[in-house]
């Protein structure tokens, strides 16, 4: 027994494993389907069968961030408790922005200001464009 090995398996143990979305997106498969889930990668090739939902839905998701059609069915917790021995890592993080990550919330005031002037603007050329043909068929 080398004391390297040890030192090894410790430092994976404690740290949960940061998985690449190039790893995540090899998995796509019934039979070996990963999926995100609110930041976190679970391997769902055992839960295939027994889904209620079934297979299908959960194929669609493989490889990809499936939290918002997971939350959108309005899991229950035993929904998400299922999910507790499926997990395998976490997403790696700079590629996952999860929606209830700090930093999308900073982002997303910018982008709201950037929507609100564009929807002016459509606003003002429908305006424009409902005025001229107004006074073209006055003519
Ligand atoms: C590994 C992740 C998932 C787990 C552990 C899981 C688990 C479950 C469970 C336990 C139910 C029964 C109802 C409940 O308890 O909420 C269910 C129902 C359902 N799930 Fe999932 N689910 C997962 C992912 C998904 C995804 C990604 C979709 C995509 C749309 C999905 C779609 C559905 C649908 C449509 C039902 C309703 C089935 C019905 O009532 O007829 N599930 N799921």
Partial sequence: MSAEANATTTTTANAPK??????IEKHTSRDDLWMVINGKVYDVT??????????????????????????DVGHS???VEALVPLYVGDAD???????SS??????????????????FLIIAAIVAAAAFFYLQTKK
């Fill in 18 to 23: 940061i998985i690449k979305l190039a790893e």
């Fill in 46 to 71: 055992p839960f295939v069968d027994e889904h209620p939902g079934g297979e299908e839905v959960l194929v669609d998701c493989g490889g990809i961030d499936a939290t918002t059609p997971f939350e």
């Fill in 77 to 79: 917790d035993d929904a």
């Fill in 93 to 99: 993080p700079e590629e996952f922005k999860t929606k």
């Fill in 102 to 119: 700090t930093r999308s919330g900073a982002l997303s005031g910018s982008s709201e200001s950037s929507s609100s002037s564009l929807s």
